[in-house]
């Protein structure tokens, strides 16, 4: 498609449930990227792609997080065991290639509540 | 290691007023800026970047950014607000050594009154 989609819009977890939300990149676009918003306004990568192979995940927290883009599939972002602190809104982006300057397209988010 | 940082949190502007929203950048190599505004519940829409060549760059809806190496800025300025500017504007930075992740500021939040 012509934009990213992201699914669930929003998603409520009692603490210790599982959490899963899913990206569909724009067609053809080879990167795909995760970013936490936390409430004060501050994002944080978590990781990125470059088609299924991970391709940077130095901000993913290494216990609980995990994700995976497999072939003709959206990509995935799972948080086993949430915890109060994982509330946030989670967005995904994603660029046809990685060049100079490339331009991140967002996705509108999954905002993830953990009661 | 990459940051911005954004100096003011709120501003309040009349509509038809001008507006310049700061942005100070750390980053050991040529940067890459981008300006992107969110609207309340929405996802970020790119307003405008800077990668290379002319340090005035024009974006959408009306707005620029100048970079200036020299003071690590890129502010961004529209001549005259409108009411739908109303939106929490973030700088970012970002570079191919860095994996192209994208480092945002703390965001701020433009408040445009009648």
């Known amino acids: 498609g012509e934009e990213v989609a992201q699914t669930p819009k929003h998603l409520v977890r009692g603490e210790g449930q599982k959490a899963k939300l899913y990206c569909a990149p724009i067609?053809?676009?080879?990167?795909v990227f995760w970013y936490q918003q936390v409430l004060k306004n501050e994002f944080k990568f978590l990781i990125s792609?470059?088609?299924?192979?991970?391709?940077?995940e130095t901000g993913m927290p290494k216990e609980r997080f995990s994700a995976k883009c497999l072939p003709n599939s959206p990509c995935s972002l799972e948080i086993q065991a949430t915890k109060l602190e994982d509330s946030a809104v989670y967005f995904c982006?994603?660029?046809?290639?990685f060049g100079a300057g490339e331009t991140q397209y967002f996705g509108p988010g999954t905002r993830l509540l953990v009661l | 290691a990459q940051s911005v940082t954004q100096p003011d949190i709120h501003i309040t502007v009349s509509e038809g007023a001008s507006l310049e929203l700061r942005c100070n950048y750390s980053?050991?190599?040529?940067?890459?800026l981008f300006w992107y505004v969110q609207s309340p519940g929405q996802g970020l829409q790119l307003l405008l970047k800077?990668?290379?060549?002319?340090?005035l760059v024009q974006g959408i809806k009306g707005f620029e950014a100048e970079f200036k190496r020299s003071q690590s800025s890129f502010n961004l300025r529209k001549p005259s607000v409108h009411w739908s500017d109303a939106a929490e504007y973030f700088c970012?930075?970002?570079?191919?050594?860095?994996?192209?992740?994208?480092?945002f500021g703390g965001g701020t939040r433009v408040l445009v009154k009648p």
């Open positions: 982006a994603s660029t046809p290639s």
């Open positions: 067609k053809g676009h080879s990167y």
């Open positions: 792609f470059q088609n299924e192979n991970v391709f940077d």
């Open positions: 980053y050991g190599a040529t940067p890459y």
């Open positions: 800077y990668f290379s060549g002319d340090t």
């Open positions: 970012a930075v970002g570079a191919p050594a860095a994996g192209n992740k994208l480092t």
